[in-house]
């Protein structure tokens, strides 16, 4: 819109320009008032959401020990154990619900490939095979392969094209032998092969065979478990070994893994540490400059940290003080952890410190994070947001409408102070 000419107190010496200035300031102060809620609305909604992240990787630490059946054997963080081999050449990983025990074995057999070689060095004529291919079977399939120029690299080329589970290679040796080399992708005895169609013999320098692991003597009552690879998992009940070598009176002990636990456990202390702090943030108040945060006053905020305070000092009945296992509060407010004291009180008591952090503090923490987290919560929550901002919409349509209405005013009285006759 074109502004109309004005002409500042021609007749009556007011400067018309400034006082319309003036008032349009004065008519803007609503905007920008609303402009500001909208601002501190949405620095609220961003404390909000950080609180509840917070509280909600509280929550996932917490459920390590408050998961359906925590007391029960197959839960991963009581169950949880660890597992130690007396040879170097075997290494034993224990998984969820393997039983602690000592179990020992002898490592009678690697697994291996088959490899065959034959020598080709005066092969007639510089054919390899008796007729321009050969027959290769594996696992009882056999496969046909042919090659359009009979020469040991062809046919290396054709078998390795083949993909059969049996790559070929040619080898010349420190004397000038020229060796075709057949060896099995895959160990294990199943993925023993046979070759028919070649000029030279053949001779097998390793047979496919499966690895090995006797325990106690098979004549008596043992038993052997055999694996196509060096990895085995059915000798000790969810217990991984990996074996390089042939052993005897290998031991292997399961015994319960109190670091994993006490690692969880320090997860748990610090998720609900960085949930205090994001509150302590949120709520804090400056009193030199005497500013307030986002949360500052929020009762439901203050009550979560109280909550969580109360959880943890009041300890559990029955039981006591949380400070036996290594929690407990310092005079800032914040939780601390004595590793040291909790596989102590471990050690000694498992069940009476199990019972304690699953029904007593991780419960207590699970329960006030799943509250500070609800969905139910937070839509009711975003739904208050929506309608607080469907109402400043509202408020600044109105405000658009009025200040419009005022512009006209002011440019139609310019507009006819402008048209006073001079003098």
Known sequence: MTSPTTVDGLVSGINTTQIISQLMQIEAQPQNMLKSKVSAESTVLSAYQAVNSKFAALQTAAEAFTAPNSLTPTNPTWQATKATSSASSVTATAGTGANPGSYTFNVTALAQSQVTTA?????????????????????????????????????????NGAKTGVSASVVTTTTGQTILQFTGTSTGAANAFTIAGLQAGTNNISTAQDAQVTVGNPASGGYTVGSSTNTLTNVIPNVTLNVSQVANGVTVNVTSNADSIADKMQ??????????????????????????????GDFAVR????SVMSAVGNGMSGYGSYKQFGVQLDNNGKLTFDRTAFLNAYATNPSGVQNAVSTGLAKSLDGIAKGATDPVSIADWNNRLQLRQQTLQRQFTNLETALGKMKNQSNWLAGQIAGLPAG
């Open 303 to 306: 009550e979560l940290q109280n």
């Open 119 to 159: 020598d080709v060095t005066s092969s007639g004529g510089g054919e390899v095979t008796t007729g321009s291919g050969l027959d290769l079977t594996l696992g009882g399939k056999k496969t046909r392969i042919t090659v359009g120029t009979d020469t040991a690299q062809r046919l290396a080329d054709a078998i």
């Open 267 to 296: 997860a748990m202390i610090d998720a609900t540490n960085n949930g205090l702090a994001q509150i302590t943030t949120a709520t804090g108040y400056d009193a030199g400059s005497k500013k307030g945060s986002p949360l500052t």
